[in-house]
């Protein structure tokens, strides 16, 4: 799927949509990073999410949030690219279901999954008539977009990854986003940080990536 329309995006099956672009790169957070797109509410959120990588495609992630959510979300398309200074990166729509867990959470050591040990910071606009306006990360917004900055541990190295999610009306979403990017992301990046193309990928397309990389490299031993 290559484009998304507003018919994919409202088509009534009941998920929650959303417009995104993330960049991942490997090491820890810098700390130029933090500076410049805080400052982050408090307490910073660390929590272990569990993908399912085997079977694994990158237009569907199934991911288990912190041993009590189980996320579903569906690939909707792409609008194109997104430019910033210093950077560029791929808009992505997403569709989204969410179930509380039972007792059919995976054992911990079954190989078709993965487990991401995650420390986010999250800050939250909503757009309004006058412009963003910044709200709680918890509170519920008509059309707002989140702004993440996560340090990952997937077992063997260390990642950071920077996103941005819009979610509300389908019709506003790429302006929502663009205009979060711009506020945020609107000047030079700070020394030492880029954002180019290749970083810019979902989980899924990150896990899937990492995965046939890895399997590659045992196979060449």
């Not at 912190?66 to 690939?75: H, M, P």
């Not at 430019?83 to 054992?107: Q, R, S, Y």
């Not at 340090?151 to 941005?164: K, M, N, R, S």
Request: net charge negative; charged share 30%; hydrophobic share 35%.
């Amino acid at each position: 799927m290559d484009s998304l329309h507003e018919g994919d995006v409202a088509d009534g099956r009941g998920g929650v949509r959303s417009l995104e672009v993330r960049w991942i790169t490997e090491g820890p957070v810098p700390g130029v990073l933090i500076d410049h797109l805080g400052p982050f509410p408090i307490p910073i959120e660390h929590r272990a999410d569990r993908y399912l990588v085997d079977p694994g495609t990158p237009e569907l992630g199934v991911k288990i949030r912190d041993g009590i959510q189980l996320d579903l979300k569906a690939y909707r398309g792409s609008p194109g690219q997104l430019n910033v200074e210093g950077g560029e990166g791929t808009l992505e729509g997403w569709e989204k279901w969410t179930f509380p867990m039972g007792d059919v959470a995976p054992e911990p050591d079954d190989d078709g999954w993965v487990m991401l040990r995650k420390t986010r910071r999250r800050r939250t606009f909503a757009l309004t008539p006058s412009g963003l306006v910044e709200r709680a990360v918890a509170e519920e917004v008509d059309l707002g977009c989140t702004v993440e900055l996560t340090e990952v541990d997937d077992g063997d190295d260390v990642w950071w990854t920077l996103a941005f999610e819009a979610t509300g009306s389908p019709a506003e979403l790429e302006g929502c986003l663009r205009a979060c990017i711009a506020l945020l992301l609107g000047g030079p990046l700070p020394d030492g940080i880029a954002l180019p193309p290749e970083t810019s990928m979902s989980y899924t397309r990150w896990l899937d990536r990492s995965r046939a990389t890895r399997t590659r490299l045992g196979g060449e031993r």
